[in-house]
Antibody, heavy 119, light 113 residues
Framework: QIQLVQSGPELKKPGESLKISCKAS????????MQWVKQAPGKGLQYMGW????????TYADDFKERFVFSLETSASTAYLQINNLKNEDTATYFC????????????WGQGVMVTVSS | QITLTQQAESLWISPGERVSITCRAS???????????LSWYQQRPGQTTKALIY???VRTDGVPTRFIGSGSGTEFTLSIEHVQPEDFAIYYC??????????FGSGTKLEIK
């Protein structure tokens, strides 16, 4: 069955970096795009952008053009989200989600990674 | 950027009742292919987020028929008939018309009355 399994929770200090993973299984990784979504504690969903799994080209939403990096390890069917120079406001759960390249909708989601940034 | 407004932050209903959740877009979500790029998602604690409806009215595989998506242009509704205990969750709409400026609604929490 199709699954997106994300890495475990993270506790970081301001200024540090982190890299979280999203491992896909049950389908051909490069047949679908990978989307990223942020959810701050008690808040709604915020779109971060997506990565083309065929070319590796990332596209970022306006609020995520600095400090955020999407990448791939195609041989491992894994997408990564790296956040540099962490800030307190990066405290959130981060989801990966699959979509067609035409991005009709997000059909499968990862379970989310809780990231806490605190000094 | 397209804004999606889900007016109701919470809705209180009893199991077995029918409920409608609305999502209003700041501009039409109709594309030239005749489809509306509006989808609905369910978020329950401890569960992965689930896609329910896409293109405004198409149920995803395995979604019960009690979930009904409707609407056009800028006004969309997710209706749930005969609400079941497992339906108490948070529901979000998402527009995918303007990539990469996709936007979610603020969410509507369905709570037990």
């Amino acid at each position: 069955q199709i699954q997106l399994v994300q890495s475990g929770p993270e506790l970081k200090k301001p200024g540090e970096s982190l890299k979280i993973s999203c491992k896909a299984s049950g389908y051909t990784f490069t047949d679908y795009a990978m989307q990223w979504v942020k959810q701050a504690p008690g808040k709604g969903l915020q779109y971060m952008g997506w990565i083309n799994t065929q070319t590796g080209k990332p596209t970022y939403a306006d609020d995520f053009k600095e400090r955020f990096v999407f990448s791939l390890e195609t041989s491992a069917s894994t997408a990564y989200l790296q956040i540099n120079n962490l800030k307190n406001e990066d405290t959130a759960t981060y989801f990966c989600a699959r979509s067609q390249f035409g991005v009709d909708y997000f059909d499968y989601w990862g379970q989310g990674v809780m990231v806490t940034v605190s000094s | 950027q397209i804004t999606l407004t889900q007016q109701a932050e919470s809705l209180w209903i009893s199991p077995g009742e029918r409920v409608s959740i609305t999502c209003r877009a700041s501009q039409s979500l109709l594309y030239t292919d005749g489809k509306h790029y509006l989808s609905w998602y369910q978020q329950r604690p401890g569960q992965t987020t689930k896609a329910l409806i896409y293109h405004a009215s198409v149920r995803t595989d395995g979604v019960p028929t009690r979930f009904i998506g409707s609407g056009s242009g800028t006004e969309f509704t997710l209706s749930i008939e005969h609400v079941q205990p497992e339906d108490f969750a948070i529901y979000y709409c998402l527009q995918t018309l303007k990539s990469p400026a996709l936007t979610f609604g603020s969410g509507t929490k369905l709570e037990i009355k």
